[in-house]
């Protein structure tokens, strides 16, 4: 069973599209919210996260959008381009917890 | 990545063989992890070790064990390699108190023939 479901398995975006990826968690103890991109050959690196106290959060071209209610958090890519295509990876945990949480990942591919 | 290596890079075996993968990190951090990576599954805890000698278990751990007798090292072994467990293996770090500090290695490609 997975405890952070990710959707959708892979994307494809025009450069300039705004790319949307969302995950959803059943564990209201969770509290602590990371996004993680993988280029290939490399190991997943942490992008962008939120804690559950604000409804937003956002970086550059990258934001999370956060629901407690609905349990469920999305990541926009805002003017996506070609260097972004990698897989992305929504997780969870606790922030003092020991273990780290993901979704099944989403291949993200932006045209040129 | 981050100060952690993983060796070997690449690895292919035969079914039954006993297979030990290592994670080194060149920092003192407490927390180290082993992961596994699939298609539709994302990254899998297998263990992980809160100090020397100190380990527990994840959510996929059967057929897996390890060992950390040094800081620094954290070894994943498969006792008697099975198709089921060819995997991408990533070694993580934890730097300091807060899930923010995970760091990831550039993982271990295992094949089991």
């Known amino acids: 069973q997975q405890q952070v479901k990710q959707s959708p398995q892979s994307l494809i975006v025009q450069k300039g599209g705004i790319s949307i990826i969302n995950c959803a968690y059943e564990n209201t103890a969770f509290d602590y919210f990371p996004w993680y991109q993988q280029f290939p050959g490399k190991g997943p690196a942490l992008l962008i996260a939120i804690r559950p106290d604000v409804s937003e959060k956002k970086e550059g071209r990258f934001t999370i959008s956060f629901n407690k209610s609905a349990k469920q958090f999305s990541l926009h890519i805002m003017d996506s381009q070609p260097g972004d295509s990698a897989t992305y990876f929504c997780?969870?945990?606790?922030?003092?917890?020991?273990?780290?949480?993901f979704g099944a990942g989403t291949i993200l591919r932006v045209k040129s | 990545d981050a100060g952690i290596t993983q060796s070997p890079r690449h690895k292919v075996t035969e079914t039954g063989t006993p297979v030990t993968l290592r994670c080194h990190q060149t920092e003192n951090h407490r927390y180290m992890y082993w992961y596994r990576q699939d298609p539709g599954h994302g990254l899998r805890l297998i263990h992980y070790?809160?100090?020397?000698?100190?380990?527990d278990k994840g959510e996929v751990s059967d057929g897996y064990s390890v060992s950390r007798s040094k800081t620094e090292d954290f070894l994943l072994t498969l006792e008697s390699a099975t198709s089921s467990q060819t995997s991408v293996y990533f070694c993580?770090?934890?730097?300091?108190?807060?899930?923010?500090?995970?760091?990831f290695g550039s993982g271990t490609r295992l094949t089991v023939v």
């Open positions: 997780a969870a945990t606790t922030i003092y917890g020991n273990k780290l949480v």
């Open positions: 070790s809160y100090g020397v000698k100190d380990t």
């Open positions: 993580a770090i934890r730097v300091g108190q807060g899930a923010e500090g995970y760091t």
